[in-house]
T-cell receptor
Framework: DSGVTQTPKHLITATGQRVTLRCSPR?????VYWYQQSLDQGLQFLIQ???????AKGNILERFSAQQFPDLHSELNLSSLELGDSALYFC??????????????FGPGTRLTVL | GQSLEQPSEVTAVEGAIVQINCTYQ??????LSWYQQHDGGAPTFLSY????GLEETGRFSSFLSRSDSYGYLLLQELQMKDSASYFC????????????FGKGTTLSVSS
């Protein structure tokens, strides 16, 4: 158990819909990362937050957005869903945004299926 | 852009040694990490190399050559439970402290 929690575990929805994925980082970790894992693209970095502020963006679509709240939990919002958005979405956390926080702790993931 | 190359599949038998190579192209390189992922599970951290050389952690070792943009993960005394996907990932100044992953190597260990 990494200490990172994600809800829900599974999500099935239809094209065009909007969903919210939730992540609680390990106690004390200020950085939260979102990754998307699909069969053809592997693990892709989407976005990072550090202590409530956006820190870095990866291959995140404009239809997707995220935020980190004062209690450090984070939400990833996916809208106008397409079939290709079906994937495993992981949240990870680390202890610092500086050089020492190289180990990331991954949550169990949310499996999103878009029908 | 950034890219990482690693073999897609490797097979080995129990007790053997296997090496998974990773070559990368990136700017602002900080270090190379390795993660293990069992089917349907979360990636778990194995090792991190920021400097050239070999880092050993039990049965697993990781090597980095910054001048060659190359690293490898060495798994010794293979066990069936080592069957999993192994990902190399780079930390660069292009992505905060996020990880840019390779596509992963599926290791199958047979008896």
């Amino acid at each position: 158990d990494s200490g990172v929690t994600q809800t829900p575990k599974h999500l099935i929805t239809a094209t065009g819909q909007r969903v919210t994925l939730r992540c609680s980082p390990r106690s004390g970790d200020l950085s939260v990362y979102w990754y998307q894992q699909s069969l053809d693209q592997g693990l892709q970095f989407l976005i990072q937050y550090y202590n409530g502020e956006e820190r870095a963006k990866g291959n995140i679509l404009e239809r997707f957005s995220a935020q980190q709240f004062p209690d450090l939990h984070s939400e990833l919002n996916l809208s106008s869903l397409e079939l290709g958005d079906s994937a495993l979405y992981f949240c990870a956390s680390s202890g610092t945004s500086g050089g020492a926080g190289y180990e990331q702790f991954f949550g169990p993931g949310t499996r999103l299926t878009v029908l | 852009g950034q890219s990482l190359e690693q073999p897609s599949e490797v097979t080995a038998v129990e007790g053997a040694i296997v090496q998974i190579n990773c070559t990368y192209q990136t700017s602002g390189f900080y270090g190379l990490s390795w993660y293990q992922q069992h089917d349907g599970g979360a990636p778990t951290f194995l090792s991190y190399n920021a400097l050239d050389g070999l880092e050993e952690t039990g049965r697993f070792s990781s090597f980095l050559s910054r001048s060659d943009s190359y690293g490898y993960l060495l798994l010794q005394e293979l066990q069936m439970k080592d069957s999993a996907s192994y990902f190399c990932a780079v930390r660069t100044n292009q992505a905060g402290t996020a990880l840019i992953f390779g596509k992963g190597t599926t290791l199958s260990v047979s008896s």
